[in-house]
C-alpha cells in the first residue's frame, strides 16, 4: 500500500490531467518507444511550437483521467510506452506533428485519441493529420467564393456591352 504521501501526489497527477484533457480540443497518445533523444527534443520543440503539451505519464493514471472525462475507450491504446499530446487551441496540431514522425520511424507508432468530444482510433488520427493547415482551408474557400463573382461580373459586363451602354453616365453637378 502506498504512503499517502505519494497517493496524494498521484492523486493530483490524474486531477491535472483530467482537467488538461477536460480543456483540450483534442489529444493523440502514441507509443513513443525507438525515438532517439535528438528526434524527441526535435519533436518536443515542434510539438511546443504549436502549442501542444507533450507529457509521459503513467499509464493507470491516465487511464484514470480519461475515464474521469468520459473516454474510457482510450484505455485500450494505453498498454507499453505510451505519451499523450495534449492541444487546447488547435485541434489538428498533435496529430500532425505526431504523424511526421511516425512515418519516419518505424517503432514510433499513433495508438489512438480524441479531436471534439469523439474517440478516434489510429486511422482517425492518420486522417486528421492529413486536414490542410487552417490558412489552405480559408484560401481555398475564399477562391470558391470569388469565382462564381468574378463569372457574374464578367457577363453582367458582357450584357452592358451588348447592349451599347458601356458608356459612362454623366456626373451629376
Do not use: H
Amino acid at each position: 500500500m502506498p504512503s499517502a504521501t505519494i497517493l496524494a501526489s498521484k492523486q493530483q497527477v490524474v486531477a491535472e490531467l483530467t482537467e488538461k484533457l477536460r480543456n483540450a480540443a483534442s489529444a493523440v497518445i502514441v507509443n513513443y518507444s525507438g525515438i532517439t533523444v535528438a528526434d524527441d527534443t526535435k519533436m518536443r520543440a515542434e510539438l511546443r511550437k504549436a502549442g501542444v503539451e507533450y507529457e509521459v505519464i503513467k499509464n493507470t493514471m491516465t487511464k484514470r483521467a480519461c475515464e474521469a472525462v468520459g473516454f474510457g475507450e482510450l484505455a485500450s491504446a494505453l498498454e507499453g510506452m505510451t505519451a499523450v499530446a495534449i492541444s487546447e487551441k488547435d485541434p489538428v496540431a498533435p496529430a500532425k506533428v505526431l504523424k511526421s514522425y511516425a512515418d519516419r520511424i518505424q517503432t514510433f507508432e499513433l495508438k489512438a485519441g480524441f479531436c471534439d468530444g469523439k474517440v478516434l482510433d489510429k486511422a482517425g488520427i492518420e486522417e486528421l493529420a492529413s486536414i490542410p493547415p487552417k490558412e489552405v482551408l480559408i484560401a481555398k474557400m475564399l477562391g470558391s467564393l470569388q469565382g462564381p463573382l468574378s463569372g457574374l461580373a464578367v457577363a453582367l459586363q458582357a450584357i452592358i456591352d451588348k447592349q451599347g451602354g458601356g458608356e459612362a453616365a454623366p456626373a451629376e453637378a
